[in-house]
T-cell receptor, first 112, second 119 residues
């Protein structure tokens, strides 16, 4: 069965600092992986997706993620954090059906 | 494109009453929609897969008689929480893939969620 594990429920960075949010996956087949962002009391917005076309995936708002099969990882990064990046971030993998299976989420805090 | 609208965004109801949540795909037809539930500070848990014109597929542990799902058209799925109790208070989010993208490598598009509070 497919699953994802997000390491670190809470990450705090200073404005302008590197953002690194960790996600490891488990899948018996080549995975399809996604990162979503959620702002308070809202739905989820897609940041980026990995579908095997390229291992380095660029998304919206300056985020990118690198798929590393050897490490079964799909970590999300952003070179310079902005205050508006403060939100909840979810890593997800396509499940056996067509739904997505989500990690537990990582809260990103950005301080000035 | 691929906009999903969910209504209401917030609802407060009394224990024992029923609440209906609507999920619409505004600019595409969705043969399949997904309903998730999210507890505070927790992840999204898949409740059920809603299939247009057929019965929903519920995840293990989800009471199908309590959470009634109807997907009567290609643009509308509804979730009715019947005989609601305080423990049903949660954030409910619907989602769908865009038209013609019913494959695992395409992303889900989410509604803005419904905050249900049962008093």
């Amino acid at each position: 069965a497919q699953s994802v594990t997000q390491l670190g429920s809470h990450v705090s960075v200073s404005e302008g600092a590197l953002v690194l949010l960790r996600c490891n996956y488990s899948s018996s087949v080549p995975p399809y992986l996604f990162w979503y962002v959620q702002y308070p009391n809202q739905g989820l917005q897609l940041l980026l997706k990995y579908t095997s076309a390229a291992t380095l995936v660029k998304g919206i708002n300056g985020f990118e993620a690198e798929f590393k099969k050897s490490e079964t990882s799909f970590h999300l990064t952003k070179p310079s954090a902005h205050m508006s990046d403060a939100a909840e971030y979810f890593c997800a993998v396509s499940g056996a059906g067509t739904a997505l299976i989500f990690g537990k989420g990582t809260t990103l805090s950005v301080s000035s | 494109g691929a906009v999903v609208s969910q209504h209401p965004s917030r609802v407060i109801c009394k224990s024992g009453t029923s609440v209906k949540i609507e999920c619409r795909s505004l600019d595409f037809q969705a043969t399949t929609m997904f309903w998730y539930r999210q507890f505070p500070k927790q992840s999204l848990m898949l409740m059920a897969t809603s299939n247009e014109g057929s019965k929903a597929t519920y995840e293990q542990g989800v009471e199908k008689d309590k959470f009634l799902i109807n997907h009567a058209s290609l643009t509308l799925s509804t979730l009715t929480v019947t005989s609601a109790h305080p423990e049903d208070s949660s954030f409910y989010i619907c989602s769908a893939r865009g038209q013609g993208t019913q494959v695992p490598n395409s992303p889900l598009h989410f509604g803005n969620g419904t905050r249900l509070t049962v008093t």
